[in-house]
Structures are given as C-alpha cells and as structure tokens.
C-alpha cells in the first residue's frame, strides 16, 4: 500500500504564487532516518528567502519548511532512542516540513516533553534556538542591559522579549499598530514604540537616558537597520537577522564615525544549528523555557494547503506571533 502525502512544493523560484499542492508517495525511511507524520508546520521568514531564492535549495522541485513537530511513525535501520507513537519537534535543514509525512535524519528530532503541546513546538522551535544563539552566544546577555527588539509583536518578537527579560534585561521594541504593541506589552515588553507615530531612534535614547541600547536586533533590514545603528550606545551591537523590507547593503565602518564604538554582527541561526551539538544545545534551552513559563503565541493557523496564504501574510506584515499550518 502507498505512504501517500500532502506536499506543498516549488518548481521555480518566485512569488508565492509558486507554492503548490501535490500529492508524493514517501519512502520507508533509510538507514538513519525517522518518519514523521506532521501534527503542526511552522512557517518562518526563512522559508519566503528560500522560495525567492535567496537561499539556495539543493534542488528543485522542492519541498518547502523548515520546521514541524508530530508523530514518528517509523524508524529506519540503525535507529535507536526513537519509537513509533513518540512526540517530536525539530527545526532546520533540511528543508521538507511543509508536507503531512516526511523523512527526517533522526539526529534532527528532539523528543517532547509530556507538558509542551506539538503545536507550542512547531511554532517556537526555531525561535527559541535563535534566542539562544543571540543572547548566549553573539552577544552574552546580562542583567542592567538594554535590548531594542524590532517587530517585538512577532513570533520571534514575542520569545526574544520573554527570554531576554527573565535575563535580567529591559527591553524596548517597535510595532506597527496599537494591536501589535498592546501585545507586546502583553508580553513584557518595557518599551513599545509606534514606528509609524514616533521616532525609535529618540525613543531608545530617552529609554536610556541618553546613551542608546546595548544590543539591537533587527530583522528588518533595509533602511531600518541602517537607522538602528543611531540608537545602540557605545561599545554596544547591532545584529542584523533577517531583511523583511529589503537588504542593508554595504555598510563601511568609516560611516560609523570615530566615536560611535559600536559593533554590527550579521549571525545566522541556520549556521548555528549546523553544528549538531549546539543545535541539541539550543533545543534544550527552548524547551527549558516553554516548562518555565514562556508564552508562544500562535497567530494565525491555516491548512497545509494554504501556505502560500501564510507567505504572503507574512511577507504583508499583516501577522502578529507565529504562523502554523495543519496537514488536513
């Protein structure tokens, strides 16, 4: 009998329009693989950059998605520590989650506490490893510090603000509209400012006093970032994770100035999770956080069949927490 499965799937780079549904048998998994049928898919800004072709995909036609949790439903040869029925979550390369089964290199699955929900998983995996690559290993996090968070209503948003503030920081961040920043403060944000009514770069100066933030964290880009760099103090860093609004281009550091002292970090949560040790490592933080409290919200929630939906929500702005897609 054939292991069919939704797939949602591109055979050019493009638009979201590219986005397709198709109907693919899977294999039994290989030597070292797990196979997973998908309860949630989360969707990520990383996804719009490898439809587009920002990021290059191995191939194509291709599958999309690089985050999803659910049921394993068979192990290949040579697998051990994973059984059929167990609860998983994972997040990174390779790219196939957007599908209702998929094959999956064993060591990728990060098995699931009893207490955090499959959908919790799927919409804050790769968020939670990024939190914990900026504020344990780009720049170490510690209590007093000043953190300028942009798009703070977003999924990512909403996990750096939490993470950031049970580390002792204060936490200023921008949104788009009075929904947006009402969430934000929802969620503990210090500082929520109206980009489009006031000017963040004032706003980070009078939070803090005059001096401006120690880290700001933009994944925005475009002209954005460049105006972030007005509003870290010195000694302080920018770190620039994402072009939402377009790329920031070639800044030389003469621009800066002779007494701006600032730093500007281009760090890749992709790149971190490569290395298999700190991607387990990243893990287990995310999930040390969801047992003690951090909050995931889950904004918008749509069929697998619709991910081209989700992208072009997501890529509007018109999204607030994280964005799930459910295999029918």
Known sequence: MKNLSQHVRIHAYGAAEKLGVELL?????????IQIRHTAIG???ADIYYRTGFYSLPGLPATLG???AGLIQAVGPGVTGFAAGQRVAYAGPPVGSYAAIRNLPAERAIPLPEGIPSDIAAASMLRGIAA???FAYVRPVKPGDTILVHSAAGGLGLILTQWARTLGARVIGTAGSRAKADLALEHGIDRIVLYREEDFVAAAKDFTHGKGVDYAIDGVGG?????????VGPYGMAASIGQA???IGTIHPSELGPSRSIA?????????MADPSRYREGAKATLTKLEEGLRVRIGTQLPLKEAAQAHSLMESGQTAGSILLYPE
């Open 223 to 231: 002209e954005t970032f460049r105006r972030t760099l007005d509003a």
């Open 66 to 68: 690089i985050e999803g």
């Open 264 to 272: 500007i970090t281009r760090p890749s949560v992709l790149h971190f």
């Open 245 to 247: 609004s377009g790329e």
């Open 132 to 134: 914990h690559m900026l």
């Open 43 to 45: 969707v990520n800004f």
């Open 25 to 33: 048998e899977v294999p039994p998994p290989s030597a070292g693989e």
